[in-house]
């Protein structure tokens, strides 16, 4: 039995890991996609649904702007 614990855990490390490398190798504007298919099927007022409404809303707003505001910064000599 152990043995079998062992190989799920191993399992979804591994899953969890493989699909963190995915999510931060695609692009910004691919993840946003992504979550605003996601959204709606986790809205259903639960905890999760509202983060992800946030993100997504929060990411929206960013994407509309002048993007990173990279540009906007000065340095603190200049």
């Known amino acids: 039995m152990t043995l079998l614990a062992q190989q ?3 399992l979804a490390l591994c899953a969890a890991a493989a699909f ?4 931060r190798l695609l692009s910004p504007r691919l993840r946003l996609s992504l979550l605003e298919t ?3 099927h986790f809205s ?3 905890r999760i649904g509202h983060w992800l409404a946030i993100r997504v809303n ?3 707003a960013a994407a509309q702007s ?3 505001s990279a540009c906007g910064k000065k340095s603190p000599g200049a």
Do not use: I, K, Y
């Not at 963190?20 to 999510?23: I, K, M, N, P």
């Open 38 to 40: 996601v959204v709606p």
């Open 58 to 60: 929060r990411q929206r």
């Open 20 to 23: 963190f490398a995915t999510w």
């Open 8 to 10: 799920v855990l191993v």
């Open 44 to 46: 259903a007022g639960s």
């Open 66 to 68: 002048s993007g990173c």
